[in-house]
């Protein structure tokens, strides 16, 4: 497990940028944290029970709360802070943001809902 030496939330583009022990740096924008929450209203209470998050394309963090050593609590401006992403998760994200973005616009797209583009 690598864990970030510094967190950095970057409010105007709504991106967090996590650095980490072992040299990894990733930019996790907050609509891509806000709709892979780790939380029961995101991933439901079991395998196929997952719930698609729409119309977080604006989503911004209001604060991010450390959780010990081992993780870190967000709360959203849409109120949801539910979530608790360990390092583990987190730098998992990091790793696999191109395969787990493309899965969440083909969800959306299944759905029938189209994505707001944003500046």
Known sequence: MSKPVN???????????????????HQLPC???RVYSPSAEVTGHGPGQEILQLNKEEVTIDAIEPQG????????DDKHDTGLYTW???YELGNTYEEKWQDYLDRLKAAGHKRREID
């Not at 967190?7 to 740096?25: C, F, M, T």
């Not at 050593?69 to 959203?76: E, P, R």
């Open 69 to 76: 050593n081992y993780a870190l609590k967000f709360v959203f």
């Open 88 to 90: 583990d998760y987190l």
């Open 31 to 33: 609509e891509y944290l």
């Open 7 to 25: 967190i950095n939330l970057h409010q105007k583009s709504r991106v967090l940028e996590v650095e980490y022990e072992d040299g990894a740096v």
